[in-house]
């Protein structure tokens, strides 16, 4: 079936490094692939819409400068945390929408961030 | 704007026991509506879903029914196991949002042996 591979699936770095997030379909195109934040024991919330070959669409509240979305091909969609402090610290997930079909999206395994 | 409710958890049952999580929506358009669980430390898996009115989605011995009267997708299962236990998510999507999904804040089942 469909995957969607998210990598790196764990990382811890210090405050004030960027850290870049990258989710892939594995076996088909996505036009379109969203971001999800997810902190502890709490729903998932979307961050931001992203489409191929133009800017992201981002929800109210999210700082697009801090949350820097590249989705340069149609199975590569990065997310990229910049100057990134202890309260970026959360688990990030991914997601991607088959270009061809009308199925449901396929999520990532997610990635969990800690910023030290 | 659009939205999802779930019943507030966390769950607890016994091994057997019969499930009910409530799940009723807000959306301006005619939604899809899904099932999510995550198991603890992992991502979102589709559990099951429905594209229009008196559909009814059903996987792993779990079922829902899309409810239009009454805007609800309340998950069942007649005998749960304890690989069940994780958290769930009621979950629509409106094609006119590029498909952008809404998630309910999620329940958290536990099952004991």
């Known amino acids: 079936g469909a995957v969607v591979s998210q990598h790196p699936s764990w990382v811890i770095c210090k405050s004030g490094t960027s850290v870049k997030i990258e989710c892939r379909s594995l076996d088909f195109q996505a036009t379109t692939m969203f971001w999800y934040r997810q902190f502890p024991k709490q729903s998932l919330m979307l961050m931001a819409t992203?489409?191929?070959?133009?800017?992201?669409?981002?929800e109210q509240g999210v700082e697009k400068d801090k949350f820097l979305i590249n989705h340069a091909s149609l199975t590569l969609s990065t997310l990229t945390v910049t100057s990134a402090h202890p309260e970026d610290s959360s688990f990030y997930i991914c997601?991607?929408?088959?270009?061809?079909?009308?199925?449901?999206?396929?999520f990532g395994d997610g990635t969990r961030l800690s910023i030290l | 704007g659009d939205s999802v409710t779930q019943m507030e958890g966390p769950v607890t049952l016994s091994e057997e026991a019969f499930l009910t999580i409530n799940c009723t929506y807000t959306a301006t358009g005619y939604p899809s509506l899904f099932w999510y669980v995550q198991y603890p430390g992992e991502g979102l898996q589709l559990l099951l879903k429905?594209?229009?009115?008196?559909d009814k989605g059903s996987n792993k011995g779990f079922e829902a029914t899309y409810r239009k009267e009454t805007t609800s997708f309340h998950l069942e299962k007649g005998s749960v196991q304890v690989s069940d236990s994780a958290v769930y998510f009621c979950?629509?999507?409106?094609?006119?949002?590029?498909?952008?999904?809404?998630f309910g804040p999620g329940t958290s089942l536990s099952v004991i042996p």
């Open positions: 997601s991607a929408q088959d270009s061809y079909s009308n199925q449901p999206q396929h």
């Open positions: 429905a594209t229009k009115a008196d």
């Open positions: 979950a629509l999507s409106l094609p006119t949002s590029y498909d952008k999904v809404i």
């Open positions: 992203s489409n191929e070959g133009s800017k992201a669409t981002y």
